[in-house]
């Protein structure tokens, strides 16, 4: 796939429904009495990964690919599985079912891609070993004939369900995953469980789960689950995914003589991070139609080309944007002056390790950015040009820079374009539909 230089966009479009609210309809509706209606829902591989995985859990689901049909069995209602359960690069997948296996009365395997099988589980294997679930992960040279047992704390690994006892976990990490992992295991436990986290990750979990009839409360960043709910199926629809739009914020912004309205997207402050990145590097963002989606906030995007400057990004914000910071790092090379990442350690364990990935594409790109072991120093405002891009098979890698790409001298070429059909199947139909 080559790109070119373009001089504007202009146009409205609507991104794909939220992964990470996607993944939770399927989760849920399926430990849920009765039927859970999911609409807008992702037609990404890895929220694919997940409806494949509760159907060998013995649920049946309807995909028809406008909307999923999941019929809950209960918060019971399981059985196991007989073949190993693929998350393919999916680690909410991984992580969020880990959550609700450890419960039940079973053994479970679960096995993914090249990708996944570097990822760290041990963040959930620890909090979940606590509560009594048993973990043993497997050499992926032998997997699946399981006769060598490793301490790699990555998949393949086995879970042993158990009947829980309730825990209050201090996460060392701002995580969603692990937060939730913790919390649907606490559906299963004999009390009260409740997880502390240094700064608040995303809380889709926590609403979802409270709209399905959890007994759940938030106080500033603990959150904590009663046990043995009566969860019942919900009608469901998916706000579009803000990291998806992120892509689209960014060409809008950076692009002279561009504006776009992105429609109907999930503006949850967990989540939104990215709209006030923007704004602080001077970004004309106006938020319109403001409402609430199936107990999530959205918006429409109004995205205006406008003049960038550095700022620095750290802190409390980092879980806020975690999967932006790719985009905002391409920003940043447009941009006057010098942008600041800190704090973004989780960018060494996502798909790829982002801090290198971004790194080795934008000084590619002739770019001046600097990796620090937290994140990384972008020096904006050097003319960009063409070259090959290695995603790493990445879909925010291939994006990024896609955008990128399409505000560099010369062409732009990729190793791989298809990975973003991880999150967004229909990515470049979408930027051609914009194209003037």
């Known amino acids: 796939m080559n790109i070119t230089k373009k001089h504007s966009f202009r146009g409205e479009l609507s991104v ?35 409806i494949s995985c509760f159907r060998q859990l013995g649920i049946s689901i309807e995909n028809d690919g406008s909307k999923v049909l999941v019929h809950g069995k209960g918060l019971h209602g399981l059985t196991q599985s007989q073949q190993i359960l693929d998350v393919g690069n999916s680690g909410t997948t991984a992580r969020l079912i880990s959550g609700i296996l450890a419960g039940q009365p079973f053994q479970s395997t679960l096995n993914g891609d090249a990708s996944i099988r570097k990822r760290p589980m041990n963040r959930i294997f620890t909090p979940l070993s606590e ?29 042993q ?16 995953q ?8 606490g559906l299963y436990g004999d009390g009260i469980t409740k ?8 809380n889709h979990t926590e609403l979802m789960l409270a709209g399905f009839g959890a007994d759940i ?39 002279p003589n561009s504006e776009i309205l992105i429609q109907n997207v999930g503006i949850n402050p967990t989540r939104s991070g990215i709209l006030q990145a923007a704004l602080a590097m001077g970004g004309k963002i106006t938020l319109l139609n403001q409402r609430t989606v199936s107990g999530e906030p959205a918006a429409d995007i109004l995205v205006t080309s406008s003049s960038l400057h550095g700022t620095t990004i750290g802190g409390s914000q980092i879980p806020t944007l975690i999967d932006e910071l790719p985009i905002i ?32 594409n934008l000084n590619a790109m002739g770019g001046k ?36 790409g399409l505000n560099a001298e010369g062409e732009t070429t990729f190793d791989d374009r298809n990975c973003v059909t991880i999150s967004y199947p229909s990515f470049y139909e979408d930027l051609e539909h914009l194209q003037v």
């Open 16 to 50: 794909p429904g939220d992964k990470s609210i996607s993944h939770r309809g399927i989760m849920f509706g399926a430990i849920s009495n009765g039927l859970t209606e999911v609409t807008n829902f992702l037609q990404g591989a890895d929220c694919l990964s997940t």
């Open 131 to 159: 509560m009594g679930a048993r973990f043993q992960c497997w050499d992926a040279g032998y997997f699946p004939d399981l006769y060598k047992k490793t301490s790699s704390g990555c998949a393949p690994f086995t879970i």
């Open 161 to 176: 369900g158990s009947s829980l006892r309730h825990i209050h976990y201090q996460s060392p990490i701002a995580s969603a």
């Open 178 to 185: 692990v937060k939730s992992a913790v919390l649907l295991a």
């Open 195 to 202: 997880v502390t986290e240094p700064v608040l990750s995303r």
């Open 217 to 255: 409360l938030s106080t500033d960043t603990t959150a904590a689950i009663w046990p043995e709910p009566k969860l019942e199926g919900q009608a469901i629809h998916v706000p579009g995914d803000i990291s998806s739009a992120a892509y689209f914020i960014a060409l809008g912004l950076i692009t």
């Open 329 to 360: 790092a391409v920003m940043a090379a447009f941009a006057e002056g010098t942008t600041i990442i800190k704090d973004a350690q989780e960018l060494k364990v996502k798909e790829s390790d982002r801090i290198l990935s971004v790194t080795e």
């Open 369 to 404: 950015i600097t990796p620090t072991d937290d994140g990384m120093i972008i020096e904006g405002g050097s003319l960009l040009h063409g070259t090959e891009i290695k995603t790493y098979q990445d879909h925010r890698i291939a994006m990024a820079f896609c955008i990128a």
